[in-house]
């Protein structure tokens, strides 16, 4: 049997092309010195402005069509310098406390690099990058305090370990029922449990499980912003009552607005009692754990059923790197496993080697995320990361402290860990509406200036500025610097919306 062939294949084969350099040489030339000038742009970056509006000439660019012909190497990455490199986001400088954002490391750079220079596909096969990335959960699972018999995927961020990890949660609480039969066949309705501090990621991964977002029940936080116990024990009962099966509570092990650590113990309990899924979203705080000081009360996190947590934030790498531990490997596995006859594991050749990763999560061709992690870790070991983040809290701390001896500002919730929540209030009994434009004012023209870049939040309806300190460079001066422009810019923002 014979296909009509669309392709006149003499005639391609005889010019045949690739998409590699004509000339190494050159190639690698210019290649050197673009290491050379990253390392440049680095060493630079403390003494340059944190960030600035992107100018209309360089979005602008960006407007061009889809290159037809090629263009040489030397004029992209002379575009790059000119239009991409100088309008960074700023998360690697000093003052960059914004969302909660990872500052990368120089090995990190490079060991990207390596991974898409190896480029392979980390999915199957026996190949070294597969141990790399065995060795890697293995560790992870140390750190964290899981079991050896617990299993782990890496995944590109938090949101997509919480969506993974919930996944393994609905699947084991319905015996695998729901994953075979879809929800619409599925005897009664699931629900699980958050705090009213949760990130939004779960809500959009209960969406995505086809759940609904009704089924996450928001549990109302405290003054402290943890997670009301005694309310969640009350709403897993009445939802029993009502016919609901709740499977799943998550605790935030650092939450987004103000890093708060939920009551992880009575949470384990109350799991343990209801047979309930506790799944830990530690995003950032997960790695709190390696400081002595908080090891106590994170000490049940290590009880989850599964944990979701980010190396591209306290752990500074870049970003696209999150990781799910699941301490029941059997139930991780079944919920994903599948075995098309494309992936049979092979006795010899390069289909030999571990079970493939697929059969843990969601994704099937993946890159080399696990190179980073390894060589971050064998470079700087576990001691001095633990160091750096409880040197994090210590900085957090001491901002505290300036915010409480500085008239013109206050603090909006108590310091847990990294996250600080202030605003500027020169008293006389402004009303809210008025204080919160002037902070968001302030938040705006800091940014602007470039001098520091927090985030902004909203507490009880009042706002604020936010800071997460997950930044390595930061230094005691730079919260100093940080205080001395918020009461600056406060000063002259408070004259402009007053009109005094
Ligand atoms: C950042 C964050 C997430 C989402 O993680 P991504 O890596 O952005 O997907 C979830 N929960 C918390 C508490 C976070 O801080």
């Known amino acids: 049997m014979k296909n009509k062939q669309l392709i006149d294949y003499k005639e391609v084969l005889a010019k045949e092309v690739g998409f590699d350099p004509s000339e ?84 990190a750079m490079m060991a990207e690099m390596l991974a898409a220079g190896l480029n392979p596909d980390v999915c199957t096969g026996d190949h070294a990058a597969m141990y790399v990335e065995e060795q890697v959960i293995e560790w992870l699972k140390t750190l964290m305090g899981f079991p050896e ?10 949101s997509m370990a919480n969506l993974t990890g919930l996944l393994v949660a609905r699947d084991g609480h319905t015996d695998q029922k729901v994953r075979e039969l879809g929800l619409h066949n599925y ?46 024990a009350k709403t897993i009962q009445e939802d029993r009552m009502k016919g609901y099966q709740p499977f799943c509570v998550v ?22 009692q209801e047979e309930l899924w506790m799944h830990v979203d530690g995003a950032f705080g997960a790695f709190a754990l390696l400081v002595p000081e908080f090891q106590q009360e994170l000490q049940a996190m290590s009880k989850a059923d599964s944990l ?11 970003f696209g790197t999150g990781c799910l531990l699941v301490r ?28 493939p990763i697929f059969n843990y999560g969601i994704e099937m061709t993946r890159g080399f995320r696990a190179l980073k992690i390894w060589m971050m870790l064998k470079e700087q ?62 938040v705006m023209a800091l940014q602007e ?15 604020g500025l936010r800071i997460a300190n997950v930044n390595h460079r930061s230094r005691k001066e730079d919260f100093e610097i940080l205080v001395k422009a918020v009461v600056r810019i406060g000063n002259i923002a408070k004259h402009q919306i007053y009109n005094v």
């Open 381 to 442: 070991g576990i001691k001095k990361i633990g160091k750096v983040i409880r040197q994090n809290i210590a900085q957090t701390y001491y901002l505290q402290h300036l915010i409480e001896t500085e008239p013109l500002l206050e603090m909006m919730a108590p310091v847990t860990m990294n996250i600080a929540c202030f605003r500027y209030n020169p008293g006389h009994g402004i009303e809210e509406e008025r204080l919160n434009k002037l902070n968001k004012e302030i």
């Open 187 to 232: 005897q009664s309705q699931l629900v699980l449990y958050a705090s009213s501090e949760t990130h939004i990621c779960i809500t959009k991964a209960a969406d995505i499980m086809g759940l609904g977002q009704n089924a996450v029940r928001i549990i109302p936080a405290t003054k402290d912003y943890k997670m009301d116990i005694e309310l969640l």
């Open 328 to 355: 029941d490997k059997r139930l991780h596995r079944q919920a994903f496993a599948l075995q098309p006859n494309y992936l049979q594991v092979h006795e010899r050749g390069v289909a030999a080697g571990p079970e």
């Open 149 to 158: 018999s617990a299993s782990g995927i890496l995944v590109t961020g938090t």
């Open 251 to 272: 605790a935030n092990v650092g939450t987004v607005n103000t890093g708060a650590i939920d009551p992880l113990e009575e949470i384990s309990m109350i799991c343990k």
């Open 24 to 107: 190494w040489k050159a190639m690698k030339e210019l290649s050197i010195q673009m290491v050379s000038d990253m390392f440049d742009y680095m060493e630079q970056i403390p003494d340059m402005p944190v960030w600035a509006p992107t100018p209309k000439r360089v979005k602008s660019h960006f407007d061009e069509p889809i290159p037809t012909a090629p263009t040489s190497v030397e004029d992209v990455y002379k575009e790059f310098q000119q239009y991409v490199q100088p309008h960074a986001k700023g998360n690697l400088h000093p003052r960059f406390w914004s969302w909660v954002q990872g500052t990368g490391t120089p090995l």
């Open 449 to 463: 200036e470039g001098t520091a870049s927090t985030s902004h939040v909203i507490l009880s309806g009042r706002y």
């Open 308 to 318: 979701a947590f980010d190396l591209h934030k306290w752990m500074s790498l870049p």
